[in-house]
């Protein structure tokens, strides 16, 4: 059965459904940066007891094995 998926060697988290990119030139200081949103962070203890939760940071050539395709705007 042929899915409608590409091939895993053009699947990243460049092109997932999950990631959150962030405008380079207002948020992040030139630096590109990406953000899984596929799982909630989980919290750390931070500095003063407070708990602290970071969503994971990726490159746009990662892949996790849970790539899921971009929602296509018609």
Known sequence: MKHP???RTEQS???CF???RFDKEI???GVDLLEC???APAPVLGTGGSFDAYWADVDEIDWCGEWAP???LA
Do not use: D, S
């Open 5 to 7: 998926y590409p091939p």
């Open 27 to 29: 948020t992040t200081e």
């Open 70 to 72: 971009q929602e296509v």
């Open 18 to 20: 999950y990631v959150m």
């Open 13 to 15: 988290c460049n092109n």
């Open 37 to 39: 949103h596929r799982n």
